[in-house]
């Protein structure tokens, strides 16, 4: 299975951008779901962007729609999440996560996954 390492994170003031990349290690990443999920303190982890192995189907909670995209390399074994316009409500330790799956489809749950990376944290500044 693969074992996943995010990057990216940082501290960033309100309407700034940030690129996280969660890189995979193994060779059987384009059959792998990806998601994104993030936890601030104090509350539990939430599904933030899901996509599938072939990158042609994503997904997004409704927060984030129109300012985060999730994107993937196969080639790289990576996934990408692009946020734009954040706000302090954007600020949380954010995870990659990874399912194998023979499907089209991507998945927005938490335990849907099996694979999980260590985090990497995002502060948005007022």
């Known amino acids: 299975q693969v074992q996943l390492v995010e990057s990216g994170g940082g501290l960033v003031q309100a309407g700034g951008s940030l690129r996280l990349s969660c890189a995979a290690s193994?060779?059987?990443?384009?059959?792998?779901?990806m998601g994104w999920f993030r936890q601030a303190p104090g509350k539990e982890r939430e599904f933030v962007a899901a996509?599938?192995?072939?990158?042609?189907?994503?997904y997004y909670t409704d927060s984030v729609k129109g300012r985060f995209i999730i994107s993937r390399d196969n080639a790289k074994n990576t996934v990408f999440l692009q946020m734009d316009s954040l706000k302090p409500e954007d600020t949380a330790v954010y995870y990659c996560?990874?399912?194998?799956?023979?499907?089209?489809?991507?998945?927005?749950?938490?335990?849907?996954?099996?694979?999980w990376g260590q985090g990497t944290q995002v502060t948005v500044s007022s």
């Open positions: 996560a990874a399912r194998f799956t023979y499907s089209d489809s991507y998945y927005y749950t938490g335990g849907q996954y099996a694979i």
């Open positions: 996509i599938n192995w072939s990158g042609c189907s994503t």
């Open positions: 193994g060779r059987t990443f384009s059959r792998y779901a």
